[in-house]
C-alpha cells in the first residue's frame, strides 16, 4: 500500500491519504481529522503540524509513527527521483516523447508532453499510486496504444510553484536517482 503525504505549509496542514476516494465523513479530534469514505479510513489531517527540515511533500520518515500506524505498518513516498536515459517519438503525435526513466531499481516507460523534456536530465517521478495535489491517483495508463507507467512532474502539478507552462521540474546533479523527492 503507498500513503500520499502532503504539507501545506501556509496552513501547517499535513495529509496522510491512502487512496483516491470520496470522503463520505470525518471525525475531529484536537489536531487530528480522521478522513472515511462509509466505514474505511482513507485520510488524516494533521493540524499545526510543525514539520522540520524543508518545507514541501514529506518523506515517511519524517511523520510521526503515531500517525501513520493509524493507516499502516508500511509507508512508501510516491514521489521518486529518476533519470531520463532515452527518449523517442510516439507515432501520431509531434508534441509527446516515450522516455525510459530509471528510477533505481528498474527502468519505467513513461509518455511525456512537456516541452523541455529531454535525454540525461534528473526529474520527479510520480509512480502508480501516488495521489496528486489535485486528487488525481496516477494511474498505469495508454496514450496513443503506448503504455505509461507514472508521470514525470512540474512543480505546479507537485503545488510547490503557481507558474504555467513551466515545463517538467529538471533537478540538479546532487539528487541521487532512486531516492525519495523532498522539495
Do not use: W
Request: net charge positive; with cysteine; glycine share 8%.
Amino acid at each position: 500500500m503507498i500513503i500520499s503525504t502532503y504539507y501545506n505549509q501556509v496552513n501547517q496542514v499535513l495529509l496522510l491519504s491512502k487512496n483516491n476516494k470520496q470522503v463520505t465523513h470525518f471525525d475531529k479530534d484536537n489536531n487530528l481529522i480522521k478522513l472515511y469514505n462509509k466505514a474505511d479510513l482513507i485520510g488524516i489531517n494533521i493540524l499545526n503540524f510543525k514539520k522540520p527540515g524543508q518545507l514541501g511533500l514529506l518523506n515517511s520518515k519524517e511523520i510521526d509513527r503515531k500517525y501513520t500506524s493509524l493507516l499502516t505498518d508500511r509507508i512508501e513516498n510516491p514521489l521518486i527521483v529518476g533519470y531520463v536515459s532515452k527518449i523517442d517519438g510516439v507515432e501520431g503525435s509531434s508534441k509527446l516523447k516515450k522516455c525510459q526513466v530509471n528510477i533505481g531499481d528498474k527502468d519505467l516507460q513513461i509518455i511525456c508532453g512537456a516541452n523541455n523534456i529531454q535525454k540525461d536530465i534528473k526529474v520527479i517521478v510520480a509512480k502508480v499510486g501516488c495521489i496528486m495535489p489535485n486528487g488525481v491517483e496516477i494511474k498505469k495508463s495508454k496514450v496513443l496504444s503506448v503504455e505509461s507507467d507514472g508521470m514525470i512532474c512540474s512543480l505546479t502539478e507537485l503545488g510547490l510553484s503557481q507558474e504555467k507552462n513551466q515545463g517538467i521540474a529538471v533537478l540538479g546533479e546532487t539528487y541521487i536517482v532512486g531516492s525519495d523527492y523532498i522539495s
